[in-house]
């Protein structure tokens, strides 16, 4: 079956350290992998949008890279700060299709 | 300039009424979605629109919800004879271009809508 995958248990860093998320996905082939976050009551705001040829994507204090063999994203903050304390959503996106196919996200927690 | 927005933010109903959601999508936007987001869970695809047509509606749940777009622009969901499993967040998102190539999807702030 297909399946995307993120940790369900919360990240819990402190401040200024490095946060790694995983996005998992099986039995899809992706052209598009993008991350959002979303902030509780509010819609998710895009991040980062990686394709299947791209190992890597940076922005500012973002990265995120696409390995299409392990059919793994992992999505970097550096210098986290409390402000980055928010749930972060990877999502697929097909090349014959529109829609995009969210995982259930990842809650972060950075303590100060 | 002014985002995706919906109304209404939180809608209170009671089992077998019907629901009318609105999104108001940003101007120039050809593409619309609409997904479902229940507690705890990720964003649930349930229909897209370029322009006024709706060219997969494969995830709407049953034959009680039905979505239209006029103008190219507002777009209402419509839930009939709601249940209680229809509780869920609807979240309206919004994008520039069509179905190829790279389609940042801009969402609104969601409808919370709540079954007793």
């Known amino acids: 079956s297909q399946k995307i995958e993120q940790n369900s248990e919360a990240l819990n860093i402190q401040e200024g350290k490095t946060a790694t998320l995983t996005c998992n996905y099986t039995n899809y082939s992706p052209a598009y992998l993008q991350w959002y976050r979303q902030d509780p009551g509010r819609g998710p705001v895009f991040l980062l949008l990686i394709r299947e040829n791209e190992k890597e994507k940076r922005k500012e204090r973002l990265k995120v890279t696409f390995d299409t063999t392990l059919k793994q994203s992992l999505f970097h903050i550096t210098a986290s700060q409390p402000a980055d304390s928010a749930t972060y959503l990877c999502a697929l996106r097909m090349d014959s299709s529109y829609k995009l196919i969210f995982g259930s996200g990842t809650r972060l927690l950075v303590r100060p | 300039g002014a985002g995706v927005s919906q109304s209404p933010s939180n809608k209170v109903t009671e089992k077998g009424k019907d629901v009318e959601l609105r999104c108001d999508p940003i101007?120039?936007?050809?593409?619309l979605y609409w997904y479902r987001q229940s507690l705890g869970q990720g964003l649930e695809f349930l229909i897209y629109f370029q322009g006024n047509s709706a060219p997969d509606k494969s995830g709407l749940p049953s034959d009680r919800f039905s979505a239209e777009r006029t103008g190219e622009s507002v777009s209402t969901l419509t839930i009939q004879r709601t249940q209680q499993e229809d509780s869920a967040v609807y979240l309206c998102a919004s994008s520039l271009e069509g179905p190829s190539g790279y389609n940042e999807q801009f969402f609104g702030p969601g409808t919370r809508l709540t079954v007793l």
């Open positions: 101007s120039g936007h050809t593409a």
